[in-house]
């Protein structure tokens, strides 16, 4: 490759960008201590005596990496459905810097039965299939996420009719 080519990449408004959010990342960082304490004045003791179950750190702290990348450490506030929300921390932790939202999910997993009221997260249980419209949710939101799902149909976004109608206006 040519160094003006380098030098070209180098300086893209893509480059740039990057560097910009990085730096802001360093000069305001989200503190995930503050995250973490709260979950610790949960009680997930009940669950705990069961499943031996503990939140993830390594699972949380990828969540609050999905909020900065989202740039929902610092947005006002939104409306967020969770498309295959799991346990409910990607919306708790979403509700800490001022947003609100809402889970689908099917109901299999018993744990996250378990820790969804713990972390007053509501969820409507549903399952997500290709050509199969999601359920009326009875309003709008302004971010629909799908953080750690696994759909098993490829372009996933294209093949769920109605989806675009669960958007707020200017959203």
């Keep these: ?24 990342r360093l000069l305001h960082p989200v503190d995930s201590r503050r995250i973490f304490a709260s979950l610790d004045t949960l009680d997930f003791s009940g669950v705990r005596a069961r499943d031996g179950y503990r939140p993830n750190p390594r699972r949380i702290r990828k969540f609050i990496e999905i909020v900065q990348d989202l740039w929902l450490d610092r947005s006002p506030p939104l409306q967020i459905l969770d498309l295959g929300c799991g346990s409910g921390h990607f919306i708790y932790i979403c509700r800490l810097f001022g947003h609100d939202g809402m889970g689908l999910d099917t109901d299999v997993e018993p744990l996250y039965r378990e820790t969804l009221p713990i972390l007053n997260v509501p969820r409507v249980v549903s399952r997500i299939e290709a050509q199969v419209p999601l359920p009326d949710l ?34």
């Design 1 to 24: 490759m040519k160094s003006s080519r380098k030098l070209q990449k180098l300086f893209s408004s893509i480059a740039l960008v990057s560097a910009w959010e990085h730096g802001r």
């Design 138 to 171: 009875d309003r709008k939101f302004d971010l629909v996420a799908a953080t750690r799902v696994c759909f098993h149909f490829k372009g996933w976004p294209q093949h769920l009719p109605g989806l675009s109608t669960m958007f707020a206006p200017d959203s």
